[in-house]
């Protein structure tokens, strides 16, 4: 059961243009939505991330959109530089409640080249 | 530096050889978990610990044992180990749960069984 979809899986953008990542999820318990960002090699490292009492949420060049009530969000990416190219994960989490435990969903990934 | 450790980065091994990735974190995190990221599904959580000798399973866990008998340390150990536990590894850790916050990762290990 994928919880947080995620799309486009690949995206090509010419440098200065807009990048638009979007995904989806379902289970409205959901509380805190990152997006990490992974270079070749590398592990993920926190890009930006938003808490659904807000819409949007802007930093430097990346803007996360928020939409509770489609259960949707996206990723901008403004001016889209070659250095930009890397791997996008979004992601949803939540404590289940009772139980004391915790749930981090991610997406599937989407790969960004930038060409110059 | 705070950072998130494991070892080792690469590794190829038999089937059926028991074997442990290390992964060790300096910021005195309660929670840290194990991921494999596999090509066309994402990250996906093997197994996670909330505090010590606190862990539970993810979305994957089986063929995999994990411990925390310390803040600092989260090993992954793979009994007998099988081709379909191929896969790049990721270990992270949180400060706390409760706030939701970042999750830092370590660089990676990719293991190859054979």
């Known amino acids: 059961q994928q919880q947080v979809k995620q799309s486009p899986q690949s995206l090509i953008v010419q440098k200065g243009g807009i990048s638009i990542i979007n995904c989806a999820y379902e289970?409205?318990?959901?509380?805190?939505f990152p997006w990490y960002q992974q270079f070749p090699g590398k592990g993920p490292a926190l890009l930006i991330a938003?808490?659904?009492?807000?819409s949007e949420k802007k930093e430097g060049r990346f803007t996360i959109s928020f939409n509770k009530s489609a259960k949707q969000f996206s990723l901008h990416i403004m001016d889209s530089q070659p250095g930009d190219s890397a791997t996008y994960f979004c992601?949803?989490?939540?404590?289940?409640?009772?139980?004391?435990?915790?749930?981090?969903?991610f997406g599937k990934g989407t790969k960004l080249s930038v060409i110059p | 530096e705070a950072q998130v450790t494991q070892n080792p980065r690469y590794l190829i091994t038999v089937t059926g050889k028991k074997l442990t990735v290390t992964c060790s974190q300096n910021?005195?995190?309660?929670?840290m978990s194990w991921y494999r990221q596999d090509p066309g599904l994402g990250l996906r959580q093997i197994y996670y610990?909330?505090?010590?000798?606190?862990?539970d399973k993810g979305d994957v866990p089986e063929g995999y044992k994990v411990s925390r008998k310390e803040k600092r340390n989260f090993p992954l150990i793979l009994e007998s180990p099988s081709p379909n536990q191929t896969s790049l590894y990721f270990c992270?850790?949180?400060?706390?749960?409760?706030?939701?916050?970042?999750?830092?990762f370590g660089q990676g290990t990719r293991l190859t069984v054979v």
């Open positions: 992270a850790s949180s400060f706390n749960v409760k706030m939701n916050t970042e999750a830092f």
């Open positions: 289970n409205t318990a959901f509380d805190y």
């Open positions: 938003i808490r659904p009492d807000v």
């Open positions: 992601a949803a989490s939540m404590r289940e409640p009772g139980a004391g435990s915790y749930q981090l969903t």
């Open positions: 910021m005195n995190h309660e929670y």
């Open positions: 610990s909330m505090n010590v000798e606190v862990t």
